[in-house]
């Protein structure tokens, strides 16, 4: 078998759907394999931010690996961001970069896209993927594979594979099938005893998961385990849409002052926080009205579990889920806490739209015709999302850079055959929106809803006296016929909830929802968030 042919096949059994990528000199006897193999699916998008971006939350909704093909240098280089922010947000990215052969190799002289040295690219890329491969020998490319598919699998973070150009005709042997490795069993079960034993002593216990729920495909045994136990549960910012179509005791989402008082109490007072995949970082607990207990907290994550002063190493997360769900019972001493009661009902006019106006319309739009899977930019867009009822997310909520909305919504749509909703500021539009040029080729039809108040509106929460965060009016809507769909541009919030309903109703056609927002209205949300950052940020001491 070809080595090229061996990669598509092995990425297709270890669990990747679908390829995103754009071709560059380096990479055209790859990509050529791809297209004329049909072993996965291809396709192509404009910039490389935009691939990585697509793919990553492609592997996010399928809790598989995603993949991004690209050439080397000018192409991988430019999608280091992306990368970044799945190694963050522990997403397990596949990145092919095609590279010179080694003819051209040992020339003795630079080559173009080359930046320092050859390996320089590769160096970049140990920041940040957790393991790498050049394939560069017939004999151990097979096994290589395999080393860095499994990485990416079992630690789900990015990793990273450059294949040169003359390597893609070799002939090899077969890549070796996914082997996991084995769990510590009696480990997972001598902690989960541990655990209960804790959960049952506390007068308070609650349970918060994290993003690596979604990223091992574990929602519906910790759904399982959630009932078992009638905790009151909630989601991290970051993991916000997980569970979103179980049966679990859910109250909501956790942001600290920034949310619902009922889930800060659930959380920061309880004595016995179990935190499934939670990522600690700001994000997720920065905002707290008291720090989390770590003392009394159990926090497992990363193949490990910990509380007080224990440690259980090589415990994998489905390990320990397995093992409480097999001894789980009922511990809760109170009542759990009401679900959160989304805001409904929009007017219908001629008053000017507010982030909760938005809210509003997009949940009666779903109480009418049921609900869509939601990629969010990082800003207002994404805080107003936390108003929206429960539904499937895909966002940067940690890593928080501007891009990813637009090219994460058609990779959504790409891995789950769903129509998306994509909400995204005009200041992350001007960057990535133009992606959405490729949806006539790829049929796809996203409803894109940009949060127009012609500023960086989250900088502006920050720094409300300044210029450089004002943005000019683009009128993102009328470019929507020249891109293949439709535009609206609403200033009232009758025009809003109008043209969400005839793009829902117009199924054939990606649309544009420009939606001109003044300049100082936030979200409630996004205003307590920034708040409480700027208290805490002034409260720190000066460093001496």
Request: charged letters at 20%.
């Amino acid at each position: 078998m070809k080595l090229g042919h061996a990669l598509l096949q092995a990425l297709k059994a270890y669990g990747a759907s679908e390829i995103f990528g754009i071709p560059g000199d380096f990479a055209l006897p790859f990509f050529k394999v791809i297209e004329q193999s049909n072993v996965l699916p291809l396709h192509c998008l404009s910039h490389e931010p935009g691939v990585g971006f697509a793919a990553d939350a492609a592997g996010r909704y399928n809790s598989k690996l995603g993949v991004a093909a690209v050439t080397y240098g000018a192409g991988a280089l430019n999608m280091v961001n992306p990368v970044a922010m799945a190694y963050a947000e522990k997403s397990p990215l596949v990145v092919i970069s095609g590279a010179p052969g080694a003819r051209e190799a040992g020339l003795g002289m630079g080559l173009h896209h080359q930046v320092k040295r050859l390996d320089s690219q590769r160096l970049v890329y140990n920041e940040v993927t957790c393991a790498q491969a050049i394939l560069n020998d017939p004999a151990t490319a097979p096994a290589e594979i395999a080393r860095v598919l499994t990485a990416a699998r079992e630690r789900s973070r990015p990793v990273y594979i450059e294949l040169p150009r003359d390597m893609v005709d070799a002939e090899v042997g077969e890549v070796p099938a996914y082997a996991e490795t084995p769990p510590d069993i009696e480990a997972a079960q001598a902690c989960a005893q541990e655990i209960m034993t804790r959960l049952k002593a506390a007068e308070r216990p609650a349970l918060l998961l994290g993003v690596e729920v979604r990223r091992y495909g574990l929602e519906d045994k910790v759904a399982a385990l959630s009932r078992r136990l009638a905790l009151p549960t909630a989601t991290t910012f970051m993991a916000r849409g997980i569970l979103a179509d179980s049966d679990a005791p859910l109250i909501g989402t956790y942001l600290g002052l920034a949310g619902e008082p009922e889930i800060r109490r659930a959380v920061e007072r309880s004595d016995a926080l179990l935190m499934l995949g939670v990522i600690l970082c700001d994000t997720n607990f920065g905002v707290s009205k008291r720090q989390i207990d770590q003392r009394s907290a159990i926090h497992a994550f990363d193949r490990e579990v910990r509380f007080a002063y224990h440690n259980y190493p090589d415990v994998s997360l489905h390990a320990l889920i397995d093992a409480l769900i097999a001894i789980a019972e009922p511990v809760a001493k109170a009542p759990t806490p009401a679900t959160p009661d989304y805001p409904r009902g929009a007017s219908s006019d001629g008053n000017p739209v507010a982030p909760s106006d938005i809210a509003r319309a997009v949940n009666d739009l779903f109480d009418r015709h049921g609900r869509m899977p939601i990629s969010a930019d990082m800003g207002d867009c994404l805080f107003t999302a936390m108003d929206i009822v429960y539904t499937e997310l895909v966002a940067p909520g940690y890593y928080a850079t501007m891009g990813p909305g637009v090219p994460a919504g058609l990779g959504l749509q790409a891995a789950s055959g769903r129509r998306p909703l994509i909400m995204v500021g005009d200041g992350a539009f001007q960057m990535t929106g133009w992606e959405l040029g490729n949806c006539v080729h790829n049929g796809w039809t996203p409803i894109v809803l940009v949060f127009n108040n012609c500023a960086w509106g989250m900088l502006k929460a920050f720094q409300s006296d300044t210029r450089y965060n004002d943005l000019a009016d683009w009128h993102f809507a009328d470019m929507a016929p020249s891109l293949g769909g439709r535009g609206h541009r609403v200033t009232t919030r009758a025009e809003l909830v109008a043209a969400l309903e005839e793009a829902h109703g117009d199924a054939g056609h990606f649309h544009i929802v420009e939606i001109m927002i003044p300049r100082d209205e936030i979200s409630r949300a996004l205003d307590r968030f920034t708040s409480t950052l700027k208290e805490k940020t002034a409260a720190r001491p000066a460093a001496q």
